[in-house]
C-alpha cells in the first residue's frame, strides 16, 4: 500500500472537505509511487486522514474519502446514489449528475440527457477504476446508454488516454431532445462541445429571459447551440443575433429555433471580434458575452483581464444607452472581480456609469462547495449601461 505522510498542520483542509493534497504539502511517500494508484494519506503525526488517488503531477493526492473503506464497487454506488439525492428535488430529466470533485469523486463528469449518460474522465486514478464507476451508473441509475466523451487536452502531468464511444448499452442517437423552462434543445453527446450541453447556465439562462426588453435587438456572442439566443427570444425580442465560430454549433441552433417555432432568432458562423469590428447595423438593446474558458490559471489572471476588457470594450459602441450587457466567466481563475475591473476598465472613459442587475452563478446540479473554492467556477455579472 502506498503511504504518503503531510508536512505539519497540512491535514486541516483535508478534514474540511479539500479534496487536493499539494507536491509541497508531502513529508515523504513510503511504497511505489505509481500514476492513479490508491494511497492513504497521513498527518506528519501518523494520523489517518483518507485515501485517494496518487499522481506524480503537482496535485499529488486526489482525495476520495476522509474514512478507512475500500473503493470499490460499493463506494462508487454510494456516491452516485448521494449525487442523485442532491438533485431529484430539482431536476428531473436532463441535468448534471455528477460534478467531480463536489461530489467527490475526483475527475468524473456525468450529464444525464434522458435516459443516456455521457461521461468524461479527467484522471489517471479514475480511468484504472472506470469499470466500477459503469457497474455503479448501470445500477443506481439504469440507462439505456453510456457514452464516454473524454476527448479533452489532458495537461503534460497526467496524460490519458482519449477515449470517446460506447461504454454500455444501446447507442444514443445522434440526436437527444431535453427541455429546459419551455424551450426545447437538441444535443448531440458524440460530437458536441464537453459532453454535449452546457447545463450550468440554466439559471442564467432564465435570467436572461427576465432582463430582454419587449422588442428588443439582442446579440449572443458566444451562442454555441442557441441557450441564451432562444431564451431572448422567447422573452419577446424582435431580432436576436447568435454568433458562433464553429459551423456545426451554429447549423444545431438554427434546428433548435426551428423546434421551437422561434423565427426571430439569426444564427452567423463568425467570429465574434470579426462580427463586431464590421458591425454597421443599429445599437443592440442587450448583449450576452459567454466565451469558453479564456484562462485557465491564476498566474494568468493579468492577461485575463486584458482579454475581458477587450472582448467588453468591442462590444460597448454597440449597446444603446439604457442597454444591458451580460459578461459570464466559467473558469474559476477568472473570478468575479476580475469581470468587475474588466467592465470598469472598458466604460472608464465612456462617461457612462453601470448599474449592476444581478450576479448568476452556476446551477445546482453544479454543486458550490465552500471548503472547495475552485467548485465555484461559473459566474456571471448582469448590468445596465446608463
Not at 490559471?297 to 454597440?318: C, M, W, Y
Request: charged letters at 25%.
Amino acid at each position: 500500500m502506498l503511504l504518503v505522510f503531510l508536512k505539519s498542520n497540512r491535514e486541516i483542509k483535508i478534514k474540511n472537505g479539500y479534496p487536493n493534497v499539494f507536491r509541497d504539502e508531502i513529508k515523504n511517500v513510503e511504497g511505489k509511487e505509481e500514476d492513479g494508484a490508491i494511497c492513504n494519506v497521513f498527518s506528519q503525526d501518523y494520523q489517518f486522514l483518507g485515501k485517494g488517488f496518487y499522481s506524480k503531477s503537482n496535485v499529488a493526492v486526489r482525495m476520495l474519502t476522509t474514512k478507512d473503506e475500500e473503493i470499490d464497487t460499493a463506494f462508487f454506488i454510494t456516491r452516485v446514489k448521494t449525487a442523485l439525492r442532491k438533485r431529484e428535488a430539482y431536476f428531473t430529466d436532463s441535468y448534471r449528475l455528477l460534478h467531480a470533485e463536489a461530489d467527490q469523486l475526483p475527475g468524473v463528469i456525468a450529464d444525464k440527457y434522458g435516459d443516456y449518460l455521457a461521461i468524461q474522465i479527467r484522471n489517471i486514478g479514475m480511468e484504472r477504476y472506470k469499470e466500477l464507476l459503469i457497474t455503479a451508473l448501470v445500477e443506481v441509475i439504469k440507462p439505456r446508454g453510456i457514452f464516454e466523451r473524454s476527448d479533452f487536452e489532458s495537461s503534460q502531468a497526467d496524460i490519458l488516454t482519449r477515449h470517446v464511444g460506447l461504454l454500455y448499452g444501446e447507442l444514443p442517437p445522434d440526436q437527444l431532445i431535453i427541455e429546459e423552462h419551455g424551450i426545447k434543445y437538441k444535443v448531440d453527446i458524440k460530437k458536441g462541445q464537453k459532453t454535449g450541453f452546457f447545463f450550468d447556465q440554466r439559471d442564467s439562462r432564465l435570467w436572461v429571459r427576465k432582463l430582454t426588453p419587449p422588442n428588443a435587438l439582442a446579440l449572443d456572442a458566444f451562442a454555441y447551440t442557441g441557450g441564451f439566443a432562444l431564451n431572448m427570444a422567447k422573452a419577446g425580442a424582435a431580432k436576436v443575433i447568435a454568433l458562433d465560430k464553429d459551423q456545426d454549433s451554429v447549423n444545431l441552433g438554427l434546428e433548435n429555433a426551428a423546434l421551437n417555432k422561434l423565427s426571430n432568432v439569426e444564427f452567423i458562423n463568425t467570429y465574434y471580434e470579426d462580427y463586431l469590428k464590421d458591425y454597421k447595423g443599429p445599437p443592440f438593446d442587450i448583449i450576452v458575452l459567454d466565451p469558453p474558458a479564456l484562462i485557465k490559471k491564476k498566474e494568468d489572471k493579468k492577461k485575463g483581464l486584458t482579454i475581458f476588457q477587450n472582448i467588453v470594450s468591442l462590444a460597448r459602441p454597440h449597446l444603446k444607452k439604457e442597454g444591458i450587457l451580460g459578461l459570464c466567466s466559467c473558469a474559476f481563475a477568472a473570478d468575479l472581480d476580475l469581470l468587475i475591473n474588466a467592465l470598469r476598465r472598458a466604460y472608464f472613459e465612456s462617461e457612462q456609469s453601470l448599474q449592476v442587475l444581478g450576479v448568476t452563478y452556476q446551477s445546482l446540479d453544479h454543486p458550490w462547495n465552500l471548503f472547495i473554492p475552485e467548485s465555484l467556477y461559473l459566474k456571471c455579472l448582469w448590468v445596465k449601461v446608463c
